[in-house]
């Protein structure tokens, strides 16, 4: 984590991060932010497998809320299109703190 940067902060950018990739179809980049232990429990391609390509237009993460030190849930807003209309979607992502790092679970 960056000196000076709060936990909340950190994570909000890791976030949106790993959603700047997922909306350019560079899902190989966004597995990098998953979870060391779920790495172990999917592979690379399975994880890339899992993903419609372009599917997405954009993504915003507009918050998070850190109930521990250890753990936070992010909340996003990811746009996309479907049968031609665009598409807003709330969801919510859990992210954990691991050595110095913030890394995002997979949950299946």
Known sequence: ???GKSG???V???AQQRWDLLVKNDFAGAYRYMSPA???LVTE??????????FWTAAKV????CPSDEACEVDVTVEYKRQGL????PLREKWIREKSDWWFVLER
């Open 1 to 3: 984590m960056a000196p």
């Open 8 to 10: 909340k902060d950190a």
């Open 12 to 14: 909000a950018e890791r």
């Open 38 to 40: 779920g790495r172990q």
């Open 45 to 54: 391609q399975a994880y890339a497998l899992g993903f419609q390509r372009n």
């Open 62 to 65: 507009t918050g998070v809320q």
């Open 86 to 89: 665009a598409m807003k979607s």
